[in-house]
């Protein structure tokens, strides 16, 4: 709940949520208050909140050159800083282009600053906490529209349970493994490097196959990396589930052929940087041509939403039909989550918040994940 300075510009406040820490700052700064950055709080800080909010008040006008020439540039769209600029005159310049964009997204939904004197002050906030969450900025502009659209003269608690259903609707969850429910059900985990696949599978298999009874078999493709399979070998062993490691993609045919007996077949596969997309070619064509196959896109809630966006766009070529989300435990904004799922069209199946097994894996449903956006917290 404390708060504590930057520097004479920014100032962070601490607070469980990201939505608890913005309405901080806007108690004590006013309308002037300008987010700059929401995170999961340091260590050293964590005892003051989950989340950190980096806030900046709206800058006095400069009257310096290097101030005339940031204005110059904010006039011009598309410019950039003059040669010579301080550092600050360049931050002030990308701030000052994200206010613009942001207040471009707002006026496209149908309100203009301060916002309430045409949306009302509840649905300016729930659209500047969904911005705080890391929501995509047209997918919040359009949830509010529907809101508001929607009209009515309920009170705060009857808005929040629109919103939900609002959010609810905008994304699909479905924890399921495979593509029907008779056996043998088909998964492949594919994903860039360091998405936490193996560990995920090894969760699965534990979780959906020896829990439950289900005769399993671990198959690895992944002979991008010296001894690759070996990692998931060794979990094989242990669990005593089958394994055979495949040096290419072109026996996984026929390897599922023969294991057509096992009730669950967990594929893994390499981690595929951007620049080995061309090596991808022929397990990703095998993948997407396959019948049986449900191929899931393992990511880090902790990415960038634009880094989210550009994985899920590189990894479209293995034809995903759901997306599973790792280390919700470093992340408070869970936005970028939800924006995915709608706008890739994907339905958002696991989400694992640690390398417990098989404790960290829990199933996606729209109300957990609606609750994160909103506020909620990763630990179940």
């Known amino acids: 709940m404390a708060n504590a300075e930057l520097g004479m510009k920014l100032k962070s406040y601490f607070a469980p949520t990201v ?6 700052a806007r108690q004590e700064l006013g309308d002037g208050a300008v987010l700059v950055e929401a995170r999961r709080s340091p260590p050293e800080a964590r005892h003051l909140g989950e989340c950190e909010v980096v806030i900046t008040l709206a800058p006095p006008v400069a009257t310096d050159e290097a101030g005339s020439q940031a204005r110059a540039a904010e006039a011009e769209p598309g410019a950039t800083a003059a040669p010579g600029a301080g550092r600050f005159s360049i931050e002030l310049l990308e701030l000052r282009r994200e206010v613009q964009r942001m207040a471009a997204t707002m006026a496209r939904a149908g309100f203009t600053a301060p916002g309430a004197s045409l949306l009302g002050a509840d649905l300016a906030a729930i659209f ?11 997918l919040a502009q359009d949830v ?16 929040r349970q629109r919103l939900i259903a609002e959010l609810g609707n905008r994304f699909s969850a479905d924890p399921q493994l495979g593509r029907n429910t008779e056996a043998p059900r088909v998964v492949a985990l594919v994903g ?4 936490g696949k193996t560990t995920t599978l ?9 829990t439950a009874r289900r005769p399993v078999q671990l198959i690895s493709v992944d002979n991008f990396r010296v001894a690759a399979g070996e990692q998931l070998r060794s979990y094989a062993a242990i669990l005593g589930v089958g394994f055979q ?28 940087a951007a620049q080995d997309m061309d090596v991808a070619a022929e397990v990703a064509a095998l993948l997407a041509s396959h019948p049986a ?27 995903p039909r759901k997306l599973i989300f790792t280390r919700l435990d470093e992340t408070c904004s869970f936005g970028p989550l939800l924006s995915q799922a709608a706008r890739t069209g994907w ?18 449903t729209k109300e957990r994940i609606v609750e994160l956006v909103l506020g909620g917290k990763a630990g179940r």
Not at 144 to 159: D, K, M, N, Q, Y
């Open 202 to 210: 090894v969760k699965l298999a534990l979780r959906h196959g020896l």
């Open 19 to 24: 939505g608890a820490a913005l309405r901080q």
């Open 144 to 159: 509010v529209s529907s809101l508001r659209a929607a009209g009515g003269s309920e009170g705060p608690a009857e808005l």
């Open 128 to 138: 500047s906490d969904l911005i705080a969450a890391e929501v995509d900025a047209e």
């Open 347 to 364: 339905a958002i199946s696991f989400l694992a918040g640690g390398q417990q097994i098989p404790e960290d894996l829990e199933h996606a």
């Open 245 to 272: 490691s495949l040096e290419s993609a072109g026996p996984l045919r026929q390897a599922l052929e023969e294991h057509r007996h096992k009730d669950l077949i967990l594929i893994d596969t390499p981690g595929y």
């Open 293 to 319: 196959v449900d191929t899931h896109l393992v990511l880090t809630a902790s990415m960038k939403s634009a880094d989210l966006s550009h994985a899920a766009d590189r990894f479209a070529v293995f034809r």
């Open 192 to 195: 860039p490097p360091g998405a």
